[in-house]
């Protein structure tokens, strides 16, 4: 009998478990109820849980909206703070790095405690979350700890647990069409996990499913975002280097990308999002002699917010008490996800470089909502509509390129200083 036909349990159990309802879990839940399947979403915020089971998103994501009340209405998908029995678990649950740049793996440590209590052997355990190489391992050694009476292999006699790594590679803002479509990378600690995984993903996914072994899927995703972030650097090292030589970056790149086989990226005011600023390092940790590229661009990236933050600094001048609208604080246009973000980071060092400075801080994909947690309470930071931010600032500052902001009008920042970080406005940059 195949993975997909043991799954339905036909006796009320879950038939998929999906621990972390976040930016990959709860997309991959919704999109598994929809097979066919009966899936139960696990997460350890309640407010999380109850919205799921009213059939909302807690964050802005196109179209998931639609699949999760679709699944909760016909009794596909339900969630709660306590894993329960299932044929297979998938865990997507954070693991941002310390403060020494290592993997956190706390969070997939939890899933492990979570689940291990309902297993009884012939489940199949994926681990989606970015991992380091040997993460999934880590995972398995998690679940025998906790249940020496099970087995990884089988060759012991004892109950097998299948493991398996299929990393993630959707875009945020389109994660909904990519979650199908994209091609999958699937890595199993044996051949029959591997299978196993690939039969479960082929339930929805149109792309190919590539197999390999673990740690390859693992390093796979990491590759995959440190190559991304290695071109951006490259990209943010240039426009720096640009403005020192009054050289419009902007207008260089699109004259550059004129070469058949050159595509730079664009500059911005550095790195975010828990994937691209997150992931190198991990390869760094792996092997921190052999990976001086890697980690350079990192740093490239990561001085980027320091370098804008001094671009508005000698803007201000000797301004008394100057009014700066700071344009966006997701990582990325079109979406409110701020992990990570350069903007975040660049409002915050903001407001503790000049105090006597008022940042008012626009973020058009939250206009139900205050401030995220990570600005909010900041004396001189406070929320504004675009439009009043903009009228009332002596300083533009443009740190998200969402398409709202094109509503702004041109009269609007005729005599402000403009310090545009995306490139958004052209030839209105200072």
């Known amino acids: ?27 991959t839940a919704a999109i598994l109820a929809t097979t066919g399947l009966k899936v139960v979403g696990v997460d350890v915020n309640q407010e999380t849980v109850d919205a799921v089971n009213n059939g909302q998103v807690p ?5 998931l909206g639609i699949h999760v009340a679709g699944a909760v209405s016909q009794g596909a998908l ?56 040997g993460t999934t391992q880590r995972l398995g050694e998690y679940l025998l700890e906790l249940r020496p009476d099970i087995s990884l292999d ?30 999958r990378v699937v890595g199993g ?11 479960l993903y082929q339930s929805f996914c149109q792309g190919e499913i590539h197999i390999t072994d673990a740690a390859t899927a693992e390093m796979s995703k990491l590759v995959e975002n440190a190559y991304r972030d ?26 550059a990308n004129h070469h058949p086989r050159v595509n730079i990226l664009s500059p911005g005011p550095g790195v975010g999002g828990h994937c691209i600023a997150v992931d190198p390092w991990f390869i760094v940790a792996a092997d921190p002699e052999n990976s001086t590229l890697i980690r350079t661009a990192r740093e490239v990236n990561d001085s980027k917010p320091g370098h804008v933050v001094d671009r508005v600094l000698n803007a201000i001048g000797n301004v008394a008490e100057p009014v700066i609208a700071c344009l966006g604080l997701a990582f990325k246009a079109n979406i409110d996800d701020v992990r990570e973000s350069p903007a975040v980071e660049i409002v915050q060092r ?16 939250r206009t139900k909502r205050d401030l995220p947690s990570v600005v909010s309470g900041i004396a001189n930071v406070e929320r504004c509509e675009m439009q009043d931010a903009v009228d009332a600032a002596d300083i533009v500052l443009l740190l998200v390129d969402h398409d709202r902001f094109r509503d702004i009008p041109d009269k609007s920042l005729s005599g402000k200083i403009v310090i545009d970080t995306r490139g958004f406005w052209g030839k209105k940059n200072v």
């Open 350 to 365: 903001l407001a503790s470089a000049a105090p006597h400075a008022q940042l008012l801080v626009a973020t058009p994909l």
């Open 154 to 183: 089988g060759l012991d006699g004892k109950p097998v647990v299948h493991l398996a790594h299929c990393p993630e590679r959707v875009l945020p803002g389109r994660i909904m069409i990519e979650i199908v479509t994209n091609d």
């Open 189 to 199: 600690l044996t051949p029959h996990a591997s299978e196993a995984a690939r039969q």
């Open 230 to 255: 290695v071109n951006i650097a490259f990209a943010n090292e240039l426009s720096i280097i640009s403005e020192n030589l009054k050289i419009d970056v902007w207008e260089l790149i699109k004259l």
């Open 1 to 27: 009998m195949s993975i997909s036909d043991s799954l339905h349990s036909g006796n009320g159990q879950a038939d998929v478990v999906v621990v972390g309802l976040g930016y990959i879990g709860l997309p």
């Open 78 to 133: 339900s969630a709660t703070t306590l894993t329960p029995q299932a044929g297979a678990y998938i865990v997507a649950v954070p693991t941002p790095f310390k403060a020494d740049k290592t993997a956190d793996l706390s969070y997939i440590r939890a899933a492990a405690e979570g689940i291990a209590p309902q297993l009884k052997g012939g489940e199949l355990v994926i681990l989606e979350s970015t991992s380091p190489p």
């Open 59 to 63: 964050f802005v994501e196109p179209d």
